[in-house]
């Protein structure tokens, strides 16, 4: 398990991507809905591999309420992952499982 941010790091309504591995680009990214974070992996299921943001850090529409990918359109919910627009319909990002301690720290616990 490692610790990748504080809860302080991602306000709600915004977002934040993390380079995980040794790839070069940002490979995981957290979103905070309404106090509640959520990880996924930086890989839209239109084509697998692909990022999502146009600029670092930028995973939403303009109003926070999906996230958004920048390849073809695609929106996903936040709470869910799962597309519910665009080209790969129905289709999920790949959720990861987070652990938040008490004292605030954000801790990947699969990747
Ligand atoms: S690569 Fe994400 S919608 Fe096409």
């Not at 670092?56 to 999906?66: H, K």
């Amino acid at each position: 398990m490692e610790r990748i941010c504080h809860i302080d790091d991602v306000l709600p309504g915004s977002s934040i991507g993390f380079r995980y591995s040794s790839y070069g680009k940002d490979d995981i990214f957290l979103v905070n809905k309404s106090g509640k974070i959520y990880a996924y992996r930086n890989s839209c299921p239109h084509w697998p591999g692909s990022t999502l943001p146009m600029r670092r850090g930028q995973y939403l529409d303009g109003e926070s309420r999906y996230i958004v990918c920048h390849g073809h359109g695609a929106l996903f919910e936040i709470d869910t992952g799962v597309c519910i627009h665009g080209p790969c319909l129905g289709e999920k990002l790949t959720a990861l499982s987070i652990e938040i301690d008490k004292d605030g720290n954000v801790f990947i616990v699969n990747a």
